[in-house]
């Protein structure tokens, strides 16, 4: 009992550790992948090739003024950004990263915090309620600049979350479970074994999902900075502000993970004969992909109008993941009988 | 919609292209300096500074004929002009004031000056907490003349203006010979 008491929390700890280095550098990572597409270099001046930035914006951002608006809910204000992080960070638990467990001593750890049959719905569960985090910190601030973005939000989040959440019940038949461990397990032995292929259309939809969710360009209406100046974080400063911040990238890593896990195999190498390679340097690969994806698009694509957006939400993708679950359910259901 | 449109528009053809413009991009160079480390090569003729310069035995070249400051559009240069204290026939400038917060870096009091004691320098980096610390005094200009010697004879030989000096040849500009080396202290 002590002893899986410990393992749990050893597991936490270095997850915690790995995830809130990743988001930090992920920060420095999408610099230099935008300057580079932008034939600049980016941060060059703190440590080698500009490595310590994230440690220097850190330090920046910490020792920065608090500033609370007068006229500002204080309370919720305070709380807002970290009802946006947390989620963003609970969802890690139920992400598994690796094939083997470790032993040392009597202690045995797994590489995953807890496998929970329900592990979607835990994501998508969480995913909704870091909304409110945006949606109160725009409302507590008391600005027009940051209602505006907090409503946009909102009604961008609920009709792509409702994507996202169609696009991955294809996967969630095909795989015939919630648990996300699951649903890796039925996909090892080679990359033909992966449902991308099978649910190639859930997989487009749940990326731009991801994208929009994250609120990440082309989806960036909610912190449009040329009409919202920084949208539902126009007042806040310092260490709020840069919870927000942490929550983008870590909702991004949790997109991330979570479309490797369902259409990438998870930690499973695409053949059989790559089987030597460590199974978390596969997850890691096919994380940092996306990730690397995600600022591509940033680096190529312009904002959508907002009309186009929900258009292309409603019109165009929901339709097309109901299709989706439709066909593939019938489908299954032939093969299966 | 034909066919041919149908599928580009399915597989996101137009996307794909900016994606493959942006990923291209990625192994060009970057076209950026690291500017404190890396600096521009300035080309000659480059305008920047404005410097007051000198002859060969140090005296200093200005007469105070207030041609540069008739000719200056920004009215960013104020000459006084007086009768050398030491050689009667000749005059010099009092005071000289260059307000660099009004210099447009034109180049017209370089080209006006009938003495080449004007000329523009490669400097760009003096900037200043306050707008006292960018009006120039005399000495000023005279000292940063001093340090960007080789950069004003550029500007000069680029403007065609150090050749009609030394030739001989009084071309629109008059040769004024450098005022005698003063006894000590000048």
Not at chain 1, 4 to 12: F, K, P
Not at chain 1, 45 to 73: C, F
Not at chain 2, 144 to 171: T, V
Request: hydrophobic share 45%; proline share 5%; charged share 15%.
């Amino acid at each position: 009992m002590l002893n899986d008491i410990l393992a749990a929390v050893v597991v936490i700890a270095g997850v915690l550790f790995v995830v809130l280095t990743m988001v930090a550098y992920l920060t420095y990572l999408e610099r230099k992948v935008l300057s580079f597409m932008q034939d600049r270099l980016g941060p060059m001046e703190v440590g080698p090739w500009g490595l310590l930035q994230p440690l220097a914006d850190g330090i920046k951002l910490v020792s920065k003024e608090d500033i609370i608006p007068q006229e500002a809910n204080k309370a919720i204000f305070k709380i807002a950004p970290i009802i946006s992080l947390v989620p963003a960070i609970l969802s890690f638990a139920v992400i598994p990263f690796g094939r083997d467990s470790f032993h040392f001593g009597g202690i045995t750890t797994h590489p995953y915090l807890t496998d929970i049959n329900i592990g979607m719905i835990y994501i998508l569960a969480l995913s909704s309620i870091g909304a409110y985090g945006i949606l109160l910190g725009g409302w507590a601030s008391n600005s027009k600049y940051s209602i505006l973005g907090a409503l946009r939000s909102a009604a961008q989040v609920i009709s792509y979350e409702l994507n996202a959440g169609m696009s991955i019940i294809g996967v969630l038949i095909l795989g015939g479970s919630l648990s996300l461990v699951q649903i890796e397990k039925a996909q090892q032995g080679g990359f033909w074994h992966w449902y991308i292929f099978p649910q190639i259309i859930a997989f487009v939809i749940y990326l731009i999902s991801g994208i929009a969710e994250t609120n990440r360009t082309p989806f960036d209406l909610p912190e449009a900075e040329s009409e919202l100046v920084a949208g539902f974080f126009t007042e806040y400063s310092g260490m709020r502000f840069s919870l927000y911040y942490l929550a983008e990238y870590a909702n991004m890593i949790v997109v991330s993970c979570v479309a490797t896990v369902l259409f990438l195999g998870g930690w499973g190498s695409p053949l059989p004969m790559l089987d030597f390679v460590p199974p978390v340097i596969w997850f890691m690969l096919k994380v940092y992909s996306f990730l690397f994806f995600f600022f591509w698009i940033r680096a190529t694509l312009p904002r959508l109008r907002y009309d186009q957006l929900m258009k292309f939400g409603w019109k165009v993708m929901l339709p097309l993941s109901f299709a989706n679950v439709i066909v593939t359910a019938f489908v299954v259901y032939m093969i299966r009988h | 919609m034909g066919i041919k449109k149908f599928l580009n528009t399915i597989m996101f053809g137009e996307i794909m292209s900016g994606l493959k413009l942006t990923f291209r991009h990625m192994f060009k160079k970057a076209v950026t300096l690291q500017y404190p480390h890396e600096k521009l090569t300035l080309p000659a003729g480059y305008r920047g500074f404005i410097v007051q310069r000198r002859y060969e035995n140090e005296q200093e070249r200005c007469v105070g004929c207030d041609l540069c400051e008739a000719i200056c559009p920004a009215k960013a240069i104020s000459v006084v002009g007086d009768i050398h204290p030491e050689f009667p026939d000749r005059r010099y400038a009092k005071e000289y004031t260059l307000d660099f917060t009004r210099c447009i870096f034109c180049g017209f009091c370089v080209v006006a000056c009938p003495v080449n004691a004007l000329a523009m320098t490669k400097e760009y980096a003096h900037s200043s907490f306050t707008r006292e610390g960018l009006i120039y005094s005399k000495e000023q200009l005279l000292t940063l003349g001093d340090k960007c010697e080789e950069d004003s004879i550029e500007y000069l030989k680029f403007k065609n203006m150090w050749d009609a000096e030394n030739s001989g040849k009084e071309e629109g500009r008059y040769h004024f010979p450098p005022i005698p080396s003063v006894k000590s202290g000048g």
